[in-house]
């Protein structure tokens, strides 16, 4: 529209009481043009009006007027949004009314202008956003809920949240109601539970709260909540849950990363059949959950010989080699997971060796891959160290010439010298030692 036609909508919303609502809906309609919105703005007086009507005595008017500054917020201009800035203190103000459809348009109205302009976050913490989204974050609606965390991940997610916005966060009541919502998913409807799920991962790669998410109990929480939904899709219909699953597995997985000096690690053999279950459904529909699992997997056993243990005595192996040939970044993962369990000494390597993981490897290095590749030298190298009678079986199945094809890769020569250096070598008195080492599994 043209600022004449935009203005005569102004003047016919400022006109007459009895139609106020039906040129209001006419202007809203304008305004889902990107351009009637910078126009609109730039207007004397235009959202002045628009603060007028949405802060009358008037029900549906008020209504109306609230749609109309929500579409002003979807424009992706900054000046658009920092142009809402009067009305921002009386969104606040009816987030604690008693409209749930009033509640729901000002919080997304709020979360759409927290995106596009640092003016408008600078401006909200001062006018008390995190005190009032606290106070809603009780509320019993699902709407009101799953618009409260919309703004809440829009605000984690600036890049001022670390020092800015999470201390404020952490300093209320959010982070315990938080958890609480992300774990009552599978009960109460998923879409509040992906939004604060989402939140406590952003306010986890902030790197500033492990500690106190830690003391919530975040990790236990979590890791029964996945078990429970992994229960779940085991027997029914899973569509959708996968939007749930993925930030609590990134939550999870970063969490466990953290060197926090808390004794995190949960030791629960659940977790694990989760695990493999997730992979399991989502293979084939959602396969970007595989890496997130994987991701999670790779840190339950980096350090914790517990899961590694579990993996090989719950045979579990076998589901997760069948993951090797599936993508890069699924072959990288499983692979250092392999390594992980490798690197827990003899007893660990002979298992992989008896659950016929050799023939798998000889496969990888054919790929045309030399990250993936050297990944595959890596656990070759682990395997032939703890247990060498790995390195006689490799030159038995041809391992000797696959690797000798690596031999003109700059980035894999100096791997591919001493490993062949270590399979060539006699067995002797190594493979004694390897096997006085051995222990049983727990």
Known sequence: LMSGQI?????????????????????????QSKETQQEFVRLDGAVRTLVGLFTCSVPEVQLEAARCLHELSHSSDAAVAEACVPVTSYLLTYLSGHSVELMEL?????????????????????????????????????????GLGYVLSQL?????????????VLDSILPQHMLRLVCSGLKF????AVEFAWCLHYIVCSQTANVELMSLGAVPALTSFLCDIASVISQSDSEGLELLICPILRCLGNLLAEETGCEVQPQDERLLVALFIIMQCYLQQHPFIVPESLW?????????????????????????????????????????????????????????????????????????????????LELLHLLFLHWPEVAVDFVRQGGRQTLEQHQSTPELQERVRVLLDMALQPLGASVISSSAALSTFS
């Open 156 to 168: 984690l997610q600036a890049n001022e949240a670390p020092t800015e916005i999470v201390p404020l």
């Open 106 to 146: 000002c919080l997304y109205t709020l979360g759409n202008l927290v995106v596009e302009s640092e003016v408008v976050r600078k401006k909200l913490l001062p006018q008390g956003i995190i005190p009032v989204l606290a106070s809603c974050i009780q509320s019993p609606h699902e709407a009101v809920l799953e």
């Open 189 to 192: 409807g998923t879409g509040a």
């Open 7 to 31: 203005s005569e909508l102004l003047r016919g919303v400022q006109r007459g009481a009895d139609d106020r609502r039906r040129w209001l809906r006419c202007l809203r309609r304008a305004l």
């Open 296 to 376: 999670l997997l790779n840190n339950l056993t980096a350090d914790e010989p517990f899961f590694c243990s579990a993996l090989l005595s719950m045979d579990l192996l076998p589901a997760l080699l069948q993951l090797l040939p599936h993508s890069q970044t699924v072959s990288m993962l499983v692979l250092t997971v392999l390594c992980n369990i490798a690197e827990k000494g003899p007893a660990y390597c002979q298992q992989l060796h008896q659950q016929a993981a050799l023939p798998l490897l000889l496969h990888v290095l054919m790929v045309p891959d030399p990250e993936v590749v050297g990944q595959c």
